[in-house]
């Protein structure tokens, strides 16, 4: 955990043994301590400093979500993604607060029937520290920001009712609108 593991398992004779509850019980006290001591911010300029230049856009994009999310003491760093990938390059930078992963499903058509992509992106992040995953609702509007707003605002609802935020707190979204990659500061 203190090397930056991702996620960490019980060997088998741990989780089918006499005390498989007890294990995870234990095994989770002893993750949330280590994580607990971590400075997130030092970890964050020791990547960024190994980080190799040029970065990629998107990875600018993250990395920047993460610098953004601690200088305004956010309580989440909010996702849309399609496939996963910009979740993971957030989770990447080692935020200190958690990241709300959110799969927006692609519709398709071929003018006779309607397909939706697969539950899998979601699925996916679970095992990278600090996300959260979120499945949203597929649509067939025809503009994006619409969508997008909509499912921010689902999601922001959803981080409330689990407690991930309260009203009046600071949250940072990162999502594409029409082509172009926002990051934006929202109000809980």
Not at 58 to 82: G, P
Not at 111 to 121: D, G, N, Q, Y
Not at 125 to 143: F, K, N
Request: net charge neutral.
């Amino acid at each position: 955990v203190l090397d930056g593991t991702d996620c960490v398992m019980l060997s088998g004779e741990t989780a089918s043994g006499s005390f498989p509850v007890q294990a995870v019980s234990i095994m989770n006290k002893i993750c949330r301590e280590a994580e607990g001591s971590q400075d997130y911010y030092q970890l964050f300029k020791g990547i960024m400093e190994q980080a190799p230049m040029p970065m990629s856009p998107l990875e600018s994009l993250a990395s920047s979500a993460v610098r953004t999310a601690h200088k305004v003491q956010a309580k989440l760093i909010v996702v849309l993604t399609r496939g996963g990938s910009t979740s993971r390059l957030v989770a990447k930078y080692r935020p200190s607060v958690p990241v709300l992963s959110v799969a927006v499903p692609v519709l398709t058509t071929n003018a006779l029937t309607w397909a939706c992509s697969s539950e899998k992106p979601a699925r996916q992040t679970l095992v990278t520290r600090g996300l959260i995953p979120l499945l949203a609702e597929g649509s067939a509007r025809a503009s994006d920001a619409d969508t997008t707003d909509e499912i921010l605002a689902a999601a922001v609802e959803h981080a409330k009712s689990k407690g991930y935020c309260d009203s009046g707190d600071c949250i940072i979204a990162l999502h594409r609108i029409a082509g172009a990659s926002v990051i934006k500061i929202v109000d809980c």
